[in-house]
């Protein structure tokens, strides 16, 4: 008895950069980033868990990461490194939204 061909796995992780964190607009995004894939995509604070569908905007909502989380991605079923890449690739630009950065003080 042969196997069956393992399913393409893919974890990842990033920090959020943008100032409000995972709040609605960020959240709608990377669900509708994860529905582009047709592998199973879930998110969460922890590599530990728990763990959230991240195609479910609710879902995502509710994990209210703020700004300077880690959030985790993992992936499985065909084409799961590329998701898991875009979904961090988004997460490391702020969803487009400005990044928290310190104030430069140095303009005296």
């Known amino acids: 008895m042969r196997d069956s061909p393992a399913t393409e796995q893919a974890t990842d992780s990033a920090e959020l950069v943008n100032a409000v964190g995972l709040h609605a607009r960020p959240s709608v995004k990377l669900t509708q980033l994860a529905k ?29 990461a703020p700004c300077g989380a880690v959030l985790h991605v993992r992936a499985s079923g065909p084409g799961a490194a590329a998701a898991a890449q875009a979904l961090m690739a988004l997460v490391r630009g702020g969803f487009g939204e400005p990044s928290h950065e310190p104030a430069d003080l140095s303009h005296g």
């Not at 995509?41 to 509710?62: F, N, Q, T, Y």
Request: net charge positive; proline share 7%.
């Open 36 to 64: 582009t894939f047709a592998c199973r995509v879930e998110i969460a604070l922890s590599a530990d868990g728990p763990w959230v569908d991240a195609k479910s905007p609710v879902k995502v909502m509710r994990v209210k």
